[in-house]
């Protein structure tokens, strides 16, 4: 009697994230071949295929009915058996989610936590957000920054640890969220029960509970957090999960969904889970659910241009599976937005004519195209630049996390946009440093006392600059090359210090700040309560983040918060607050939150990477004079 046709399935010794697929002589050919088309073509062809887990776990429902059609019988190890297990519990638990009716009264909340090491008081929505949270196997909280997302994370893994379903916390994170985490708590568990909490640097402190990693470091530290995660039931959580939207093709998304494999239990946190477009919530929700998320989100708000009812049709079919805390439910007092419009004129007229002419009628491109895509990236930062300080056109970027990358204009000696840029700092004072001095001014010679400052640039030449031009005001500075106290413990100059000096030093009235370095994680509302955003680009999440930084809970209901955002006429600033108006109104339908768009755009516009496909097609009509 001939052996029977087998396959065999066992986990990776060497990577748990692998699952091998190995076949025995009397496996038919066209079953292998139609393996091989399922799970890839990595490993041996004839004898061995390597089959990521992710993709495991996507494709196995073809299986059963291939094995049963061509005679194989599988023989499966118990990790792989163990492996099974946890996906058909993942499926169901999607399912019931999917069907609602999930969540936790604040009756249970209150249970759950009682007797634990939480004793930090809720608010209603707080404990309404957890509810849902605990009534879900992996949550995500999209609330508005501000709405206390740090709190409700320690209180669901209070709840889940003090219920034996997870033993320790792993929170990846921006470095500018650390000392939320870390202080946060201290304000939610009780003195003396106050779990370990510590950073990773170089490796794991020993007796950690709460371990916190950066983005960077998890990618770069992936084994060492894997096992760490494996070896006790562990919850990892992401915060500011939007800087993993780049999915399988960023180092940062990556790493990500590769650890998702090893968590007893999933959370994200973002107050922007869609910052450019609806595909940002496919990595997201991958992570959450791996390989899900297509299923989940409606095929229409996927392709290219959708309508607003596709936008619609997102939170219909993901409003199970989240929470959101909306700025109205913070009962926050009103924030004012306005814009304030500089003139283009004199020699920095003359500068971005030529620039926009230069570059005018030169991008017949494809939409499609990713090297394109860069060029247009570089494109328009001269265009921000010459908007806001033709003097940066000279310089190119710094060589500072955060910055985009992109070198001097290149322009020919002796033409006569060379001699303009040249001659510029000669003749002129850029019209928004002058504007933006009065503005100081008057913040600082307000009849109810001296008001600090706030200000947002995008470029660290410009941050440099307005830090000498605005030294009676002695400013402090934050930007990606300010290291955090967490990667510089002994030096002389830490974004903690410069924070510190803010905040507490009466005659330090001024913060100027990169929204890459300091968008997230920072809370000022207590400090400041005006902010002028220098210049903007086309990145959405960046300016909703860097919103709340001066406008978020705890604020006094008599306070008043004010924004200005500083444009340049006919040029590329106006497109760029086009755009984000249509960014911001598409993820309000999206979360159905309304009240988004009223707390995000200049009071009196009506909206009915560094750039993206639609931002590229407004910037090119831009260049053909079509839209100012």
């Known amino acids: 009697m001939s052996a029977p046709a087998m396959l065999r399935l066992r986990v990776d ?40 887990l992710e993709r495991f776990r996507s494709n196995l429902t073809w299986l059963k009915p291939a094995c049963t059609r061509y005679g194989v019988s599988i023989d499966w190890t118990p990790e792989v058996l163990a492996v099974i297990a946890a996906i058909r519990s993942e499926a169901e638990a999607l399912a019931r989610a999917r069907r609602g009716n999930t969540e936790l009264t604040e009756e249970q909340v209150r249970e759950r936590l009682a007797g634990s090491r939480f004793k930090r008081d809720l608010k209603p929505f707080q404990l309404r957000d957890i509810g849902i949270l605990l009534g879900l196997a992996h949550g995500a909280n999209f609330s508005v920054p501000g709405a206390g997302k740090t709190t409700v994370a320690y209180a669901v893994y209070e709840a889940e640890r003090h219920a034996g379903r997870v033993d320790r916390l792993l929170v990846v994170a ?45 990618a770069a530290n992936l084994d060492i957090l894997s096992a760490w995660v494996r070896e006790r039931r562990t919850l990892v959580l992401l915060d500011e999960a939007h800087r993993m939207k780049a999915g399988r093709a960023g180092q940062h998304g990556s790493a990500c969904l590769d650890l998702a494999f090893a968590a007893a239990r999933r959370d994200i946190l973002t107050g922007t889970p869609s910052p450019q477009s609806t595909s940002d919530f496919v990595a997201l929700y991958d992570y959450l659910w791996p390989g899900q998320a297509r299923r989940i989100l409606p095929p229409e708000a996927l392709g290219f241009n959708p309508t607003r009812e596709a936008f619609d049709r997102v939170h219909e079919r993901t409003r199970p599976l989240f929470v959101r805390t909306t700025k109205a439910e913070l009962e926050l007092p009103a924030v004012s937005i306005r814009p304030l419009l500089v003139p283009l004129s004199g020699l920095q007229r003359a500068i971005y004519r030529a620039l926009r002419d230069r570059y005018a009628g030169a991008l017949a491109v494809s939409m499609r195209d990713r090297a394109e895509l860069a060029r247009m990236g570089t494109i328009m930062m001269y265009l921000l630049e010459a908007a806001s300080n033709p003097q940066l056109l000279a310089l190119g970027s710094r060589d500072v ?24 700092s000669r003749y002129e004072t850029p019209p928004k440093f002058q504007r933006l001095a009065e503005l100081i001014k008057n913040n600082v010679d307000h009849p109810g006392g001296p008001r600090k400052t706030l200000v947002w640039s995008n470029f660290v030449a410009n941050l440099e600059r307005l830090k000498r031009w605005l030294s009676d005001y002695q400013p402090a500075m934050i930007h990606g090359g300010v290291p955090s106290v967490t990667s510089a413990p002994t030096g002389p100059l830490t974004r903690e210090m410069e924070l510190d000096r803010f905040r507490n030093d009466p005659n330090c009235l001024v913060l100027l700040a990169n929204p890459a370095a300091m968008s ?10 005006d902010a002028i955003y220098f210049e903007r680009t086309f990145n959405a999440g960046q300016y909703l983040q860097s919103l709340d930084r001066i406008h978020r809970l705890g604020l006094e209901p008599d306070q008043e918060t004010r924004v200005l955002l500083m444009m340049t006429a006919d040029t590329i600033d106006e497109v760029v607050s086009q755009r984000l108006g249509e960014k911001i109104d598409r993820m309000s339908r999206e979360l159905n939150d309304r009240r988004l768009v009223a707390t995000a755009l200049p009071d009196d516009e009506d909206y009915g990477p560094p750039i993206e496909d639609e931002d590229m097609e407004a910037l090119l009509a831009h260049l053909r004079g079509e839209n100012g």
């Not at 996390?401 to 510029?424: C, K, M, N, Q, S």
């Not at 997230?520 to 309560?529: A, I, P, Y």
């Open 520 to 529: 997230e994680g920072v809370s000022l509302h207590k400090t400041c309560h």
């Open 401 to 424: 996390p955060g910055e985009f990358a992109h070198p001097p204009l290149p322009v020919e000696p002796g033409t006569r946009l060379w001699d303009l840029i040249a001659g510029y």
């Open 13 to 52: 010794p060497a990577n748990p994230n692998i699952i091998l697929a190995q076949r025995s002589s009397q496996v038919p050919d066209v079953f292998w071949g139609q393996l091989r088309v399922e799970w890839g073509y990595d490993g041996n062809p004839a004898e061995e295929i390597r089959v990521p």
């Open 174 to 218: 921006p470095l500018s969220a650390f000392d939320s985490w870390q202080t946060e708590a201290e304000e939610c568990f009780a003195l003396g029960s106050v779990p370990v909490v510590g950073t990773f640097s170089d490796s794991i402190p020993p007796g950690v509970e709460v371990l916190i990693i950066n983005y960077h470091r998890l």
